[in-house]
């Protein structure tokens, strides 16, 4: 198996959070979970064959997904294909899509597009290109020339909504939305319709994406774990409100995520 991520260039850096590349990734499970973080991204497959979304909890195949697809924020778990023979991802950063779509990142949560119908044609072209480059450091660079030739200047992305993000993101735990509003200068109100418009979710959605991933990488490679601990150093007051947002996240509860990680955190095998 390949696996590569990109170091992305300092001009992009604050629109995604990675670019990875993998082959022959065949795992002997069918479906994956993958659990909420906040993030769209755009998945390029370059075999040919079809990948699918399966209702959750299912074996049934919902969506079928082909060459390019765009995967809007997602409020819970999707249950997807877990074969990959040859795949590239682009995650962008919380609030980055506005400034590539230039449209409410809110209407795309929750679903998942073939990338042509929001990104037009040219998104197919670059597919191609990739598809035919013979390398994975061609594809990156392939990738970021045309992010680059896309993305639009947006101060209020890079001045407000970042500030807003990184506000819940570096505090998970002791965040006040209501005093991060005022100190935006904006009512609750107003507040929640931008967060929505570029990030997808409302801030006390996106908070509680953030603390989920906060436990997700507290547990990672731990031996020794103590659910009640986490729970009140996430933030919970009670652990079945902790439990509660657990399986809502991820269709399970924490004992059983621990048992069921693989190499990835955000993806859970479904066997």
């Known amino acids: 198996m390949i696996f590569k991520s990109h170091i992305i260039s300092s001009q992009l850096s604050k629109y995604l959070s990675d670019i990875v590349y993998h082959k022959d990734f ?3 499970h069918i479906k994956d979970k993958y659990l909420p973080d906040g993030t769209i991204n755009i998945v390029f497959e370059f075999t040919g064959k079809p990948k699918y979304i399966y209702k959750n909890g299912t074996d049934q195949k919902i969506q079928e997904c082909r060459n390019v697809w765009f995967s809007g924020v997602q409020k819970n778990y999707l249950t997807i294909s877990a074969e990959s023979e040859e795949m590239m991802v682009v995650a962008f950063k919380p609030g980055a899509g506005y400034s590539l779509i230039q449209k409410s990142i809110s209407n795309y949560t929750n679903k998942v597009f073939q990338a042509e119908e929001i990104l037009g044609l040219e998104i197919l072209e670059l597919h191609k290109y990739l598809k035919e480059a013979k390398s994975p450091e061609i594809k990156f660079e392939l990738v970021e020339n045309w ?3 896309q993305f639009n200047t947006d101060d ?3 001045d407000i909504i970042r500030y807003a ?3 819940i993101e570096n505090s998970p735990t002791q965040i006040n939305l209501s005093e991060l509003s005022d100190k935006l200068g904006y009512s609750q109100k107003q507040f929640i319709q931008l967060f929505k418009k570029y990030v997808g979710l409302t801030p006390k959605q996106f908070h509680r ?8 990488t507290t547990v990672e490679n731990k031996e020794n774990i103590s ?3 986490i729970a009140a ?3 919970y007051f009670d652990q079945a409100h902790f439990i509660k947002d657990f399986q809502s996240f991820s269709g399970i509860n924490p004992k059983k995520y621990i048992t069921d990680i693989e190499d990835f955190p955000n993806f859970l095998p479904v066997k």
């Open 165 to 167: 993000i990184e506000a």
């Open 209 to 216: 994406i953030v603390r989920f991933n906060e436990i997700l």
């Open 156 to 158: 209020f992305y890079t």
């Open 147 to 149: 992010l680059e030739s």
């Open 227 to 229: 659910w009640t601990i």
């Open 26 to 28: 065949q795992p002997v």
């Open 233 to 235: 150093d996430c933030g």
